[in-house]
């Protein structure tokens, strides 16, 4: 008997990309109808129109309605086409590069302009839609605990550096209330400031209100 062929591996590395591609649009339909009409107005019919998809593949690609605003959040924190763990994000791996809390705080300060500019809008959709829709508003409450966890890690990183002039805990609280997407709409969307002047602004209260007054550079 002659011997078996294996066949070649299949490659759905095309499919996945085609895949990835259309959760894209998506995303971006979804957004700008979230944007434009408000989370409740706001039907999944309307999104996949938008999306120029069949309704069921938005179902399929996101899931239903609040899954869908769940990966609107996270990939407008992380910056992707994906939620990405915050261990994993490009500015954290700079952040434990650096070797002083005045460096790891302008990294961060850095790279929140970015974040929040995709970010502080989504939120004054789950503000206008929380009472009518408590899902979205657990969503929330959800996203800033584990914000605030977040900020714990780095207020012991900052405190690790020995340069903390406050004790880790009042700087985790002070880093969370000021790195808020609320602070920032109120900022940037109401007062007009740009979000690279509120990126600097940050920076520089952060090394003024958590850091010994040896440790801030002068200006």
Do not use: C
Request: hydrophobic share 45%.
């Amino acid at each position: 008997m002659p011997p078996r062929v294996k066949g070649r591996p299949y490659d759905n590395s095309a499919r996945a990309q085609a895949s990835r591609a259309r959760q894209a649009q998506v995303l971006a339909a979804a957004r700008r109808l979230f944007l434009e009409l408000g989370y409740v107005r706001t039907t999944m019919t309307a999104i996949a129109d938008e999306a120029g998809v069949a309704l069921d593949t938005v179902y399929e690609l996101v899931g239903r309605k609040p899954d869908l605003f769940r990966l609107l959040i996270e990939t407008a924190i992380s910056g992707g086409e994906q939620a990405v763990p915050a261990d994993e994000r490009d500015y954290v791996h700079r952040i434990h590069a650096e070797t002083t809390a005045a460096g790891k705080l302008r990294v961060y300060a850095e790279a929140l302009p970015a974040i929040m500019s995709r970010l502080a809008p989504l939120v004054t959709v789950v503000q206008a839609a929380a009472s009518a829709e408590p899902a979205l508003g657990d969503l929330w409450h959800e996203i800033a605990e584990r914000r605030a966890t977040n900020m714990r890690r780095f207020a012991a990183e900052l405190g690790g550096t020995g340069q903390l002039a406050i004790p880790v805990e009042e700087a985790a609280d002070i880093i969370w209330a000021t790195n808020s997407p609320e602070l920032y709409a109120l900022l940037v969307h109401q007062r007009g400031w740009t979000a690279e002047r509120f990126g600097r602004w940050l920076a520089a209260s952060w090394e003024l209100m958590l850091l010994q007054q040896g440790e801030v550079p002068a200006r």
